[in-house]
Nanobody
């Protein structure tokens, strides 16, 4: 069992930056693939970024490539999402998710545990 708690969301102006954190409980955190997803009002939840347990593999959605960076600190049981050059289209609730499998994926259905989400609002 893994419990996930996101933090770091807030209101930022376009062009600004935020860093989201996701703290995980559970002694096997280092063996989980971790992902970030987001859901804007009236839209389906979508993939943002994912990182393998070893940090050797990272995936990004095309819409955030070059602006967002996912990282993890297994010693702290924490995964991060550094978001730069934010624009209003990035406004959404951001969710952290964990996948108990060595194969990293971008599909929502493949993730086993989810956090409660943190709101990110980007003003123009």
């Amino acid at each position: 069992q893994v419990q996930l708690v996101e933090s770091g969301g807030g209101l930022v102006q376009a062009g600004g930056s935020l860093r989201l954190s996701c703290a995980a409980s559970g002694r096997t955190f280092s063996s989980y693939g971790m992902g970030w997803f987001r859901q804007a009002p009236g839209k389906e939840r979508e993939f943002v970024a994912a990182i393998s347990w070893s940090r050797g593999t990272r995936y990004y959605a095309d819409s955030v490539k070059g602006r967002f960076t996912i990282s993890r600190d297994n010693a702290k049981n924490t995964v991060y999402l550094q978001m730069n050059s934010l624009n209003p289209e990035d406004t959404a609730v951001y969710y952290c998710a964990a996948r108990g499998n060595l194969v990293l994926t971008t599909s929502l259905q493949d993730y086993d545990y989810w956090g409660q989400g943190t709101q990110v609002t980007v003003s123009s």
